[in-house]
């Protein structure tokens, strides 16, 4: 049995997702700093947590507090995409349920480091993918996510998690 679901957002769209999963599970939905004060430690938890060099945020911690049952991890890139590299990144036991689901980009959002290290990768990326004559419809996402701050934020992209969860309750 699954008692929570625990998140960690940077920008807002894990978020966004954490509450979808939330409506449609009908369970209760914590921020990490929240559940700390309101979950009891070792309680059953779906973690998400928003990615960055394949790291799924929050997470590590997350885990020593709770017994995460499965690990959704939000990014740029296209759902079910890196996961071998973001179960690699996390050291993710290999039975662990891992989905990634593609988030967005925005960045009046960003702040910091996190802001200038997007800058310089929105320059790099989106002039080569600009340039490129072969762009996959997951590279014109990844465009149009870096030129017009979009989101890909959908209930359409939890199905996987939600088939998980129902098996899985």
């Known amino acids: 049995m699954i008692d929570a679901i625990v998140y960690t957002s940077n920008t807002g769209f894990t978020a966004e997702y954490a509450g979808m999963l939330g409506k449609n599970t009908?369970?209760?939905v914590y921020s990490l700093d929240e559940a700390k004060?309101?979950?009891?430690q070792r309680s059953a938890v779906i973690y998400l947590g928003w990615l960055m060099a394949s790291n799924v945020k929050g997470y590590k911690e997350a885990a020593k507090l709770y017994d995460v049952k499965a690990?959704?991890?939000?990014?740029?890139?296209g759902n079910g995409s890196q996961l071998a590299e973001v179960a690699k990144a996390n050291a993710l036991p290999a039975d662990m349920p891992l989905f990634t689901l593609q988030g967005g980009f925005d960045m009046n959002r960003l702040h910091g480091m996190n802001k200038l290290l997007m800058k310089m990768m929105k320059a790099m990326l989106g002039g080569r993918l600009e340039k490129k004559s072969d762009r996959t419809?997951?590279?014109d996402a990844m465009l149009d996510m870096l030129k017009n701050n979009t989101s890909y934020v959908s209930e359409k992209n939890l199905a996987p998690v939600l088939d998980w969860y129902g098996k899985n309750k």
Request: hydrophobic fraction near 30%.
């Open 37 to 40: 004060k309101k979950l009891p």
């Open 71 to 77: 690990v959704c991890g939000v990014g740029m890139g």
């Open 137 to 139: 419809p997951e590279d």
């Open 26 to 28: 009908g369970l209760p």
